[in-house]
């Protein structure tokens, strides 16, 4: 089981004033790429069939710690802009791990 544990440290800023700050740990990452292989290869070959009378479709699986990592490089989910950039990260072969459903996005 993958889960992600949190710590918050209360500190003192540049200027003086109390701040908070979130320590984030992911854990477990390679259960999480192994769970979205099984899932990819249960959905099928990739063929339109798949794709067909559904509105919705879980296409992947990103690991919190890597959002953060991309976060850090400047790729915002947020960011309707950036979309563009994950979508062709996510149909690249480095992050095919990550993909829960057949084809490309």
Not at 35 to 40: K, M, P
Not at 62 to 74: C, E, K, R
């Amino acid at each position: 089981m993958s889960f992600r544990r949190q710590r918050i440290f209360r500190d003192v800023d540049a200027y003086g004033r109390d701040i908070g700050v979130i320590h984030s740990v992911q854990t477990n990452i390679a259960e999480i790429k192994r769970i979205n292989e099984v899932t990819r290869l249960a959905n099928g070959s990739g063929t339109a069939s798949f794709w067909k009378n559904r509105h919705y479709v879980k296409i992947a699986s990103v690991p919190l710690a890597l959002i953060d990592q991309w976060w850090q490089q400047g790729i915002k989910f947020t960011d309707p802009n950036a979309w563009p950039v994950i979508k062709r990260m996510l149909n690249s072969s480095d992050y095919e791990d990550l993909r829960t459903a057949p084809g490309r996005i």
